[in-house]
């Protein structure tokens, strides 16, 4: 569904990404590892737009996106949740949602608010509660819904757990693998180990911009090595 091949990325004369590939197939669950500041984050924006890369290909679907704009490659179905939440404080949850919605795509469920309540059933309790006035957790699950709104076909989830209490992550996981039943897609940054290993098929390890490993969430945790050297604190 996506490969990314070749991926670079400057801020400024800073060379964040360097030479980066990854792909994920229809309806697995990617995690993209690795400790703060490896370039886990830089890799989301560049897939979604928001960090023009420099060099570097990227297909999703079939189409070739790099260098398109973030509102282009959204309406072909790629779903991105910052890491920083960003809903809107002053707008309720009814109408964070609303602000997210985007038409049916053929192949791909189809979310409504109804839908989605009963997915987190927190969100139904507080339809018409401010954004602003929502916990880190509650943010995060809006921030989630309001992209299932657009009915993507792919999300990529930046940091999901982190800020989030062991009960709150636990239930996040529970969510992650819901979606992935519905046949959604999945590539979610993350420095915490045991929430991926709780939900992702495949692993990739990002240190220093470049990809330092790939397997299963399997061979990951069976390289010793490999976790040691690059997500060990």
Same mark, same amino acid.
């Given at each position: ?10 801020? @400024? ?11 994920? =197939? &229809?309806?697995? $669950? ?10 886990? =984050? !830089? ?15 990227? =297909? ?13 490659? $959204? ?5 991105? $949740? ?9 707008? !309720?949850?009814? *109408? ?10 053929? @192949? ?10 009963? #997915? ?6 507080? &339809? ?7 916990? @880190?957790? *509650?943010?995060?699950?809006? !921030?989630?819904?309001?992209? #299932? ?38 590539? #979610? ?14 692993? !990739? ?9 790939? @397997?299963?969430? +399997? *061979?990951?945790?069976? +390289? ?7 997500? =060990?604190?």
């Amino acid at each position: 569904m996506l490969t990314v091949e070749g991926l670079n990325a400057h801020y @400024g004369r800073a060379h964040i990404l360097a030479d980066v590939a990854l792909s994920v =197939s &229809r309806g697995e $669950v990617l995690a993209l590892l690795g400790r703060n500041g490896a370039g886990k =984050s !830089t890799t989301m924006k560049s897939i979604v737009g928001l960090v023009p890369p420099t060099s570097g290909s990227i =297909s999703f679907e079939g189409t070739e996106v790099a260098g398109r704009p973030p509102h282009e490659i $959204v309406r072909l179905g790629l779903g991105y $949740v910052p890491e920083e939440r960003r809903v809107f404080t002053e707008l !309720t949850v009814e *109408e964070n949602l609303e602000v997210g919605r985007q038409p049916a795509r053929p @192949g791909v469920p189809e979310w409504t608010p109804e839908k989605l309540y009963a #997915l987190f059933p927190n969100l139904a309790e507080m &339809r018409r509660r401010p954004g602003g006035q929502m916990s @880190g957790g *509650e943010q995060q699950m809006l !921030t989630i819904a309001r992209t #299932l709104m657009g009915n993507p076909s792919l999300v990529l989830l930046d940091e999901p757990s982190e800020g989030l209490a062991p009960k709150i992550v636990e239930q996040m996981a529970v969510t992650l693998k819901a979606l992935k039943a519905e046949g959604l897609t999945l590539i #979610l940054s993350e420095q915490n180990l045991h929430f991926a290993k709780l939900v992702a098929d495949r692993a !990739t390890i990002i240190e220093k911009g470049g990809i330092r490993f790939s @397997g299963t969430m +399997d *061979e990951l945790m069976a +390289d010793e090595d490999a976790r040691q050297a690059y997500l =060990s604190v």
